[in-house]
């Protein structure tokens, strides 16, 4: 059951109320400048494509599976990053625009300086279509299929305001539409499914929120106990605190999200770096932002208690969401650029391989239409994450942002089942629990959504490829 008003431990005096869902009248010229852009963009893409495919290819076809991964694109746009900016334009610390500026710099830049030159084409981790002889037009139609189902899916959690995982929803997509290749061909069917994964994904589902709340839950409990309260009787004893622990919470911040972009964000690139010099590099990652942060805390001195903690922590907030953003770009965008990259790579060579290239037009083209994503339809996710959940100001939302990404650089070490999305949701509901204002009552929808993420991007996906093998 839904608890009272959420507390608000850290607000900004000035603070007046937030409306993420309605767009401002006087965005229209932001509205037509995306719109205006996305269709160059598709225009000119598709061009390249076709000098990019071999000659003999179904344009017909080519045009479809362009709609079909730009589509998926813009649906991860809307519901994951928009999920990954919820705690920070929640908070106040970005206004929709903002947020859509710091995306464009790092969720692109994610996508094309790491985002992977190549990739797999024949395994999503949970079904193996190499079992089959499948031929390259099934694999166009499973992928296409694959694409549609996933997108479809996630424009309706987006439009629900359900934050779901994407990576949970194309593996869907891929599974049904596989599966229904094999019965239909009579080459193969269930047996493509590592179920063994299956059981995995439905660990992740309680084990990624628990995660992520209980750590995010500790980082807030510490800053509100030690840092936060303390200025509640004290002017001076609250300035002494954000001048000397601020900077040390800063300092462990950015050895862990340094980690977590080293291990997660860069993990595309295959560069070979020895362990001590990360090791020292990180090290002098924390040193250098906790004597930034802290002639940035006695600069604040003067200010209110409750302005200089907003500011402080505003900051802090910003450089977590920009490197979960530059990690995002470099991952999650696989989830639209992999199936799509298949299909590309089956028009130009006319063989099935085991990867494929992902040329440098596909990586923009992919990264405008997540922005695009978040801008048209990502406003219900930034709610539902930034103050449906629970109330958001910039330390809570630094603590919820800051235990997703320990929580995520861990399970990528450890090699745990999580969903980033997932560690995200449980860090806010962690951070509700600090201030006993969590809203269990919206989880249930969302858990319900999570659940319903593979099968239904499946089902669409196997009825995608019944269509597609049927008419093309």
Known sequence: MATDTPSKPEPDPDEGPRDFETPDPQDKWWHLGFGGLLAICLVTFTLWSFGWVSDGTNRVLLITAIVFGVFMAFNIGGNDVANSFGTSVGSGT?????????????????????????????RSGIVDIQVVNQSPDDLVYIMMSAL??????????????????????????????????????GLGGLEMV?????????????????????????????????????????????????????????????????????????????VAVDPVVIAFLIAMIGIAVWAAVYVFAKSLKKKKFKKAAFILFSWMQVFTASVFAFSHGANDIANAVGPFAAVLDVFRTGRVGESAAVPLPILITFGIALLAGLWYIGRRVVSTVGKRITEIHPASGFSAELGAAGVVMLASVLGLPVSSTHILIGAVLGVGLVNKAANWRLMRPIALAWVLTLPAAAAVGSVGYLVLSAVA
Request: proline letters at 3%.
């Open 94 to 122: 970005l206004t929709m625009k903002q947020a859509l500026l710091v995306a464009a710099v790092f969720e692109v830049s994610g996508a094309v300086l790491a985002g992977g030159s190549v990739t797999d084409t024949v």
């Open 148 to 185: 549609l189902g996933a997108a479809l899916w996630l424009f309706l959690a987006t439009r629900m305001g359900w934050p779901v995982s994407t990576t949970h929803a194309i593996i869907g997509g891929i599974v049904g539409a596989a599966v229904t290749m094999g019965l239909k061909t």
């Open 194 to 270: 590592q179920w063994e994964s299956i059981g995995q994904i439905a660990l992740s589902w309680v084990l990624s929120p628990l995660l992520g709340g209980v750590v995010a839950f500790g980082i807030f409990w510490l800053i509100k106990r030690f840092i936060l309260s303390p200025a509640q009787d004290d002017r001076e004893e609250g300035h002494y605190a954000l001048q000397t622990l601020v900077p040390i919470v800063a300092a462990v911040a950015a050895i862990i999200l340094a980690g977590m972009l080293l291990v997660k964000g860069l993990s595309n690139l295959e």
